[in-house]
């Protein structure tokens, strides 16, 4: 079987590329904007049935802790500092667009687009927390087998 197709030569010039060439190749800047795109379509499949629930919350963990992994080394403080303002940017939006969608016990309704966010960001306490933690793992361990 011979190789003789464009397609075909793709192949053999992606087998020659080294593995450290495809490794943490997302910029700060790209990392912060797929992250809040990937974001932005996990809620919208998840308000599909007009509750934000447990398929936000594990996109959530998903989009952070990948963040911390594709990042270039220089983005590793950007991807740190990153899953708490996503988390109330997106719950802000929700909130704004969709209040019907975050349900709380207990929460009056009147309290208001900024009332909602504080509750509904105490709420996925427990997500924010997992993903936090599982980009700084990754990023303590990218920085601990950082070849020098």
């Known amino acids: 079987m011979t190789m003789s197709s464009p397609a075909a030569g793709a192949i053999m010039a992606l087998a020659r590329t080294p593995a450290a060439a495809a490794r943490y190749d997302l910029t700060p800047r790209a990392t912060v904007v797929c992250s809040a795109l990937v974001l932005a379509a996990v809620t919208?499949?998840?308000?599909?049935?007009?509750?934000?629930?447990?398929a936000f919350s594990v996109g959530f963990v998903l989009v952070v802790v990948s963040a911390a992994t594709a990042v270039q080394d220089r983005g590793l403080f950007t991807t740190g500092v990153m899953p708490p303002v996503l988390l109330v940017a997106a719950l802000l939006i929700v909130a704004a667009t969709a209040p019907e969608a975050i349900v709380i016990e207990g929460l009056p309704e009147t309290a208001g687009v900024f009332g909602l966010t504080l509750s509904a960001t105490i709420a996925h306490g427990v997500p924010l927390l997992i993903g936090h933690a599982g980009a700084i793992a990754v990023i303590v361990w990218r920085i601990l087998t950082v070849r020098r």
């Open 44 to 54: 919208g499949l998840d308000l599909l049935d007009d509750r934000l629930g447990i």
